[in-house]
């Protein structure tokens, strides 16, 4: 009996040895073979663009609030190369003329690249509204007039109107200065100078407009009015009774953001850290400057590459523009994609420029994304000064002062706040993971 017990023990333990080695075995293969599975990250400029700047409303200081003969306003604005100010205010003293300069507005910087400054009163024209027909210009102008059987299109009133009666240039009537203020800021400064001229007039409430120019080319070219064409949006309250309310709600709609992103940089990684960057720490001097400033990523790519933990690298370029622009009228916005092959533990980094800013970039917070989570992580991207280069409007930045000196500063990487003292940012960047 006692044979028979030890063969029965010993086939018991070595069942449960052999059981032991299985689940040893099953226990190596869930732990030490890594699970790779695909994520496909994309990520889409989902701003919807503004093809203005600013935009505002001026007007006197006494009751009417018009601008009479002898007195002066000011107008403060941002505005970067290339682009250009328009406004409107009406010539007080007569049906439905007004004053403006020609199209795309004042120019604001020379081919050089320095401010302007200075008188710019050449720049203004004066223009018939087309709406009403034209009395002989002065105190005694019955308002609003008589309609135009057949309303004509926008006219500049060059010496003479339709009707005969007579006007002096619009410089001499009106005096417009330019000054430079630092940092993408101007003023301009109109002085009513039409006291004791045969066109003597007071000058209404107005509004004013700066347009983006992306790559030196002005998106709104037109912004208040079309030399030969209707009258719209609103003009016609100002030239016939110098009220700006409906224009200044028709420009507000067209101001706002456009900006494009930059090539995005992708990394895989593992670790506790991002890889590239930490908020409260200066640039590292990798390639992260050259991202933030000009949207270059290939160079922080190339270092990343040797990082330890760094798994894989990429730089997402839009296929037809390179750059991720904005959603501009019915064309949606640039979009990027990769798939990635991840496993459990690791995490996700991104990076683009803030591409109408000195030195601004997007990045995952933190750590970066859990590469294994699903659907929109927008949430966890926010907007960054690199710290290198000195902040200005964005949309309106310039990269030199007046004497041709760098911008450069040294700060550490913050998160910029929103609002901001600039302006107030929509969504921009949207990043999925499926």
Known sequence: MSSIKKIRQTATYALCFGCGIAMLASCSDDDMIPQVQSNTITIENVLDAKPLVESGTFMGTGTPPVIFPGQSISIEFYAGAGQALSFATMYGWSNDLFFAPENPGITLYKADGTPVTGDVSAQIKLWDNGTRVNQAPGINVVHPGTAEPSPGNITEVNGTDAQGNMYLPASQLMKATLSYQGDSKFKLTIENKSGGTANETPFSPGVWTVSYAPGGDILEKMPIYTKGKPTA???????????????????????????????????????????????????????????????????????????????????????????????????????????????????????????????????????????????????????????????QYPGANIRIDLSGMSLGESKSIQEVPNPNVFTTLPQIVKVTLN
């Open 233 to 391: 949006n609103g003009l016609t309250n100002i030239a016939e009774m110098g009220d700006n309310a409906m224009m200044s709600a028709h420009l507000r709609g067209m101001t706002g953001i456009f900006t494009p992103l930059s090539p995005v940089l992708v990394v895989v990684y593992k670790g506790n850290e991002n890889p590239f960057y930490k908020v409260g720490e200066k640039d590292r001097a990798e390639g992260l400057s050259d991202l933030a400033q000009t949207g270059n990523a290939d160079i922080l790519a190339a270092k990343l590459q040797s990082k330890s933990g760094v798994k894989k690298v990429y730089v997402l370029k839009e296929s037809v523009s390179t750059v991720l622009l904005p959603k501009i009228g019915n064309a949606n916005g640039g979009k990027v994609m990769q798939q990635l092959d991840i496993e459990k533990g690791d995490r996700i980094a991104i990076a683009t420029m803030y591409g109408l800013s000195n030195d601004w970039f997007y990045a995952t917070k933190g750590n970066g994304i859990d590469a294994t989570r699903k659907g929109d992580v927008s949430d966890e991207v926010s907007l960054y000064d690199n710290g290198t280069k000195r902040d």
